[in-house]
């Protein structure tokens, strides 16, 4: 389960998505965001599905690699769904059994939160999937520089943020190891009442604790060794640039915006 969580991975390519300008895909990843919970009706909500999976294709992904994305969070999505199953009225009354009360505007209400999850998830793992962790940190840096005024070290504060994200997959890693390593030495992690399990997790915790600062220490010496300083008077060896392409996808995503907007006030609200 550890080893789908694919958060902070770059897969290289040489795609259309891979050679936008990581500035423009962090803005329009943010937009994407918007996007996804502006629909009201299916229509909408299909325009975003049919956006998402041309922009998938023009990413040239795998589509397992999405679908190791979207996996860990299918309990949520579940859970979710449920909540909605049985807490919203409205519509036809399916089935009524004490506290149970579903009705078909739940049901409907479920699909329609559960798709617009699923396709947050998917559009946003699209943005580490093909940017480099050097590129979103100057993107990051880039669009934080206003805060300078308010005396915030924009490139410290990317730096950081992006270490976090690119570490994911190195600590969900670890984790896997030690507990299959714990295992071959006989732990019980998966049964037991819910106490004993929290227990068997202290044999897991610390090691990867350890393991976490030891690897934050190396950093900061591999860091220090290059005479890291900061932002103040760096230089790069690639600057970012826009080219036509960033400014037609940039056209393109304000299009399907004003569209969900349009199909939102000619077909109206399916949610309750």
């Given at each position: 389960m550890l080893t789908d969580i694919t958060i902070g991975?770059?897969?290289?390519?040489?795609s259309l998505l891979h050679r936008l300008d990581p500035r423009m895909k962090l803005v329009l990843t943010m937009l994407f965001i918007v996007l996804v919970f502006l629909p009201r009706?299916?229509?909408?909500l299909a325009a975003v599905l049919v956006f998402l999976?041309?922009?998938?294709s023009?990413?040239?992904?795998p589509v397992r690699l999405l679908w190791r994305s979207i996996k860990p969070v299918l309990f949520l999505v579940a859970f979710t769904s449920v909540l909605n199953i049985f807490y919203?009225?409205?519509?036809?009354t399916i089935l009524h059994v004490g506290i149970l009360h579903i009705t078909t505007q739940g049901l409907i209400t479920?699909?329609?939160?559960?798709?617009?999850?699923?396709?947050?998830?998917?559009?946003?793992?699209?943005?580490?999937y093909t940017t480099t962790p050097t590129a979103l940190t100057d993107a990051i840096e880039?669009?934080?520089?206003?805060?300078?005024v308010l005396r915030v070290n924009a490139h410290e504060l990317a730096m950081m943020m992006t270490i976090a994200l690119r570490f994911i997959p190195t600590l969900m890693e670890e984790t896997d190891k030690i507990m299959s390593a714990q295992k071959a030495?006989?732990?019980?992690?998966?049964?037991?009442?819910?106490?004993?399990?929290?227990?068997a997790l202290v044999p897991i915790l610390i090691p990867l604790f350890v393991s976490s600062f030891r690897r934050a220490y190396e950093l900061a010496m591999a860091m220090e060794c290059r005479c890291y300083r900061g932002g103040e008077g760096r230089t790069r060896m690639k600057r970012l640039r826009t080219a036509p392409r960033d400014w037609i996808a940039a056209g393109v995503y304000l299009l399907v915006l004003v569209g969900i907007v349009l199909l939102n006030r000619q077909f109206g609200s399916v949610l309750a």
């Open positions: 991975q770059y897969v290289p390519g040489k009706n299916w229509f909408g999976g041309i922009i998938v023009l990413s040239r992904l919203v009225r409205g519509g036809t479920a699909a329609f939160i559960a798709l617009r999850i699923l396709s947050l998830i998917a559009g946003s793992s699209l943005l580490t880039y669009l934080l520089a206003p805060l300078k030495r006989g732990a019980d992690l998966e049964s037991g009442r819910l106490l004993q399990r929290v227990r």
